[in-house]
Antibody
């Protein structure tokens, strides 16, 4: 079955760090660029970051650059998002998504998301 | 930065009605627009990409189109199962990135 399964969401204090994972199955992971999209409680979708299939190039929303790092392990079919210096505004559901064509085109497969809560 | 505006914010219609959702961008994105449906408690689901190309499994009652800065999603013969928030997403270059619109909530009267 083609699917994405996120994990790693947790309650973390402001200023803390968290590493999210996304396990892919049912497709050739290394052939696809991947991305992270987040959704604050009751709000809309926000693109966070993307990475090419080879892992050679990464792209970030300008407002997040420097705090978040996207990476991947193609040998283990896993996508990661390292999040540092977290603030309350980073609270939300983080979705892992597969890029439909190229890099940052559209997202044709989504995981169910993992919840990140930043609070003291 | 590109601004993506969806309207209306909420659409309240009766079963069988036709719903027309708008997505406008502050800069031309040629046809790099995708549409998603998000039902409560679920992740988004791709409906269309490249402005008008239907994704696998998207119902035929849904159609999409547009180019440049004006795009639309149309739902004909509205059903209770269509209750959801619909988002458009644009791709931009230099550097590559994505921007989502604020969403349109479709309700059934």
């Amino acid at each position: 079955e083609v699917q994405l399964l996120e994990s790693g969401g947790d309650l973390v204090q402001p200023g803390g760090s968290l590493r999210l994972s996304c396990a892919a199955s049912g497709f050739t992971f290394s052939n696809y660029a991947m991305g992270w999209v987040r959704q604050a409680p009751g709000k809309g979708l926000e693109w966070v970051a993307s990475i090419r299939g080879s892992g050679g190039q990464t792209y970030y929303d300008d407002s997040l650059k420097g705090r978040f790092t996207v990476s991947r392990d193609n040998s283990d079919n896993t996508l990661f998002l390292q999040m540092d210096s977290l603030t309350a505004e980073d609270t939300g559901i983080y979705y892992c998504a597969r890029d439909g064509r190229g890099t940052v085109t559209y997202f044709d497969l989504w995981g169910r998301g993992t919840l990140v809560t930043v609070s003291s | 930065d590109i601004v993506v505006t969806q309207s209306p914010a909420t659409l309240s219609l009766s079963p069988g009605d036709r719903a027309t959702l708008s997505c406008r961008t502050s800069l031309s994105v040629t046809s790099y627009v995708a549409w998603y449906q998000q039902k409560p408690g679920q992740p988004p689901r791709l409906l269309f990409h490249d402005a008008s190309y239907r994704a696998t499994g998207a119902p035929a009652r849904f159609s999409a189109g547009g180019a440049g800065t004006d795009f639309s999603l149309t739902i004909t013969n509205l059903e209770p199962d269509d209750v959801a928030v619909y988002y458009c997403q644009v791709r931009h270059n230099l550097p590559p990135g994505a921007t989502f619109g604020g969403g349109t909530k479709v309700e059934i009267k």
